[in-house]
Each structure stands twice: as C-alpha cells, then as structure tokens.
C-alpha cells in the first residue's frame, strides 16, 4: 500500500479528489465570499485548506480507483457523499473555539450542503472507482514485466474476451 502513495497514479486520483472536495465544500460559502468580508473569505480560504488534508489524508486510507477493484456506483457515491459530510463537518468547525460554542446548526447544514452537492456530482459526472481498468496484454508494467507474464505468476490465465486486452487489471500494475 505504501508504493501506492509514492506512485503518480495515487497522486493524480487524490488530487482530484482533493480539489473536488475543496470545491465542493467552497459552493455554500459562495454569498459570503462574494460579499467581500473579509473574515468569511479567510474562514473559506482555510475550510477549504483543511478540507484538501482532510480528503488527502482520507485517500491516503483507502483510494479504490488506485486499487483496481471497481465497485458499483451506488456504494462509490454513497462513500464519497458519507466521506464528504464527516471531511466537511470537521472541516467547518474552528480549531480555536470550545466544542460548546460551535454553530453546529450552520456546521451540520454546511456540511450536509457540501455531502448534496457531492452526491450531485456523482449523479452527473463518472466515478473513476465504477470503472474496471483494461490494459493491453503486452503493456511493459513498470517493474519490467508483462501483464501476461503478471497473470502466469499468480496461476491465472489470460482470458481475453475482447482481442489484445485483459479486464480488470488491477490499476497500481498499469
């Protein structure tokens, strides 16, 4: 797992994350940025900061589309909804406040206007963690080998339904 977080491949699903996440969790503070208080842009400014290391540190745990294992759309979206409610919750509170005074009506209706807004983005756009990765039988991975010699290895066969391509290659090989 740990090769995985040193891989360009991590980097670039997380980083989408992150920044969707960021934007995200930015789109019901919009009024207040465009107000031009300047106390709300900085509490914006860090939520969103926060929420980047809240969504890296989250895919640092577990970033299935980097795994290879593809899932169904409807666990996908309610895992990225459910990640972004608790990312966006924690996020909205001040570290410099006591618990008992936090605006918990606006934290919880915040984050839960970032969770809708996640789910919409799932329900309008593609989640790369639904799609099964195909790659050629002869792609050179980066340890040298071939994805048909990766297969021998581990006692499969290479069952090729469509010609020169395996299914579902886990994405870290590729």
């Given at each position: ?65 980097v795994d ?17 409610f608790a ?88």
């Amino acid at each position: 797992m740990l090769s995985l977080l040193f891989s360009r491949a991590w980097w670039a699903a997380a980083g989408q994350r992150a920044l969707r996440s960021a934007l995200v969790v930015l789109v019901p503070l919009i009024p207040g940025i465009l107000s031009g208080d300047r106390a709300t842009l900085l509490a914006a400014t860090s939520t969103a900061a926060l929420m980047v290391v809240l969504s890296l540190a989250t895919a640092a745990a577990s970033l299935p589309e980097v795994d290879g294992m593809p899932r169904p759309w409807w666990a996908a979206a309610l895992d990225r909804t459910v990640k972004t409610f608790a990312q966006a919750l924690l996020a909205a509170i001040p570290a410099a406040t006591l618990i008992q005074d936090v605006p918990w009506t606006l934290v919880l209706m915040h984050a839960a206007a970032a969770a809708a807004g996640s789910l919409i983005l799932a329900v309008i756009s593609m989640l790369p963690e639904t799609i099964p990765v195909s790659i050629p039988i002869d792609a050179q991975l980066p340890d040298g080998r071939t994805v048909t010699e990766v297969y021998a290895a581990a006692g499969a066969s290479v069952a090729d339904p469509t010609p020169g391509v395996v299914p579902d290659v886990p994405r870290h090989l590729a």
